[in-house]
């Protein structure tokens, strides 16, 4: 599975930006997605994840009440819309795949990874 993230950019704090990940082959609609930052100097941060039939979604604690993850399997999409962006959410963000459903905030449970994209939130 191929992954393509895309929708960072500069957005001023407070802002709002969207996310979105997608997939050329149609077995991304049976994969579960998470949403992992990391920023300069820092480690992989879990952001949030949903499983393949979007029933059930994870958010990060620092994150929780502003992200929301969401999936149009149809489209094999899977969007992150994040609201209310501090400069402390500045990072990369990547997508990634997994045939599982469960240990969907360990990154070690990913298999298939995008390229990222950037996110810069000014104060």
């Known amino acids: 599975v191929q992954l393509q993230a895309s929708g960072g950019g500069l957005v001023q704090a407070g802002g709002s930006l969207r996310l979105s990940c997608t997939a050329s082959?149609?077995?991304?609609?049976?994969?579960?997605v998470g949403w992992f930052r990391q920023a300069p100097g820092k480690e992989h941060e879990f952001v949030a994840a949903?499983?393949?039939?979007?029933?059930?979604?994870y958010e990060g604690d620092s994150v929780k009440g502003r992200f929301t993850i969401s999936r149009d399997n149809a489209k094999n999409t899977v969007n992150l819309q994040m609201s209310s962006l501090q400069p402390e959410d500045t990072a990369v963000y990547f997508c990634?795949?997994?045939?599982?459903?469960?240990?969907?905030?360990?990154?070690?449970?990913?298999?298939?990874w995008g390229q990222g994209t950037l996110v810069t939130v000014s104060s």
């Open positions: 082959e149609r077995t991304f609609s049976v994969h579960s």
């Open positions: 949903i499983n393949w039939w979007g029933g059930d979604t």
């Open positions: 990634a795949a997994s045939p599982n459903s469960n240990g969907l905030t360990d990154r070690n449970t990913y298999v298939y």
